[in-house]
């Protein structure tokens, strides 16, 4: 083991989370090495161009030239891609269609599904587009956008099934329980006797990029079954959002109030 690569990237890492510049003494102490030691590292790292000194003498800070690396690996990060094996398995624990979708304004479009086995299926296809009230991965979406976004929402729903949220006021108060259990539910809403549960995956900011659901035909789908499925449908996203680069799965909260949207 190279112990002086080691101790470069530890002292590296450290003023990377740091959210002020550090000095040779902090650095040392919180790493538990010499000062000469964190010096000669940090002049090194200085000539290299990943640190830089402080406004204030002495200390140390990263430059933007970690964020220039990491930003074409973050580009390569293709949600779909990734999200195959988490999706492959949880069809194979459920023996239903899985989606993967984001969300368009207001609506979501499919990326990404894997058929069911069984002879009776929802339909939906990749690329296609539903109303993101009315479907399970949808509403999850929305239930993290900010204020901005569901204001655009309208005051009433076209209802395509008897069971159709009414309007942006029920939908609201649905988001809230999103929120609470962690999925979204789909009752019927947008396809007359099919349902569906639906969980966001994250990216390494903790904020929402797409939804990966499960939905079937209600004989099947009920509503002990549903919850169940809406755990492993948790469990598929958490593992989605580790491989984006999440360590905490817990969405950010969007900003104001949304009670008044």
Not at 181 to 193: D, F, K, M, P, Q
Request: with cysteine; hydrophobic share 45%.
């Amino acid at each position: 083991m190279d112990t002086t690569l080691l101790k470069g990237l530890n002292v590296l890492e450290l003023l990377a989370q740091s959210e002020q510049p550090k000095g040779v003494s902090d650095i040392a102490r919180a790493l538990n090495l010499t000062k000469s030691n964190v010096h000669r590292t940090l002049q090194t790292l200085v000539s290299a161009g990943y640190v830089h000194q402080g406004l204030r003498q002495g200390t140390y800070a990263c430059t933007l030239k970690l964020f220039e690396l990491a930003s074409p690996l973050v580009a390569r990060l293709d949600v779909r891609q990734l999200a195959e094996p988490a999706m492959q398995a949880l069809a194979a624990k459920t023996q239903e269609s899985i989606h993967l979708a984001v969300l368009d304004r207001l609506e979501v479009i499919y990326l990404h599904k894997i058929e069911s086995i069984q002879p009776v299926r929802a339909y939906s296809s990749v690329g296609g587009r539903a109303p993101a009230y009315a479907v399970a991965t949808g509403k999850a979406m929305l239930a993290w956008q900010d204020e901005s976004t569901l204001a655009l929402l309208p005051e009433t729903f076209e209802r395509t099934t008897s069971r159709t949220l009414a309007g942006r006021k029920a939908l609201l108060t649905e988001t809230q329980q999103v929120r609470e259990l962690g999925y979204a539910i789909n009752r019927g809403e947008w396809r007359e006797g099919v349902c569906g549960a639906a969980a966001v995956i994250l990216d390494a900011q903790r904020q929402v990029i797409a939804a990966v659901g499960v939905s079937g035909p209600a004989e099947r789908l009920r509503p002990a079954t549903l919850r169940k499925h809406a755990e492993r449908v948790v469990e598929a996203a958490r593992e989605v959002s580790r491989a984006m680069g999440c360590t905490r799965y817990e969405p950010l909260p969007a900003a104001g109030d949304r009670a008044a949207a």
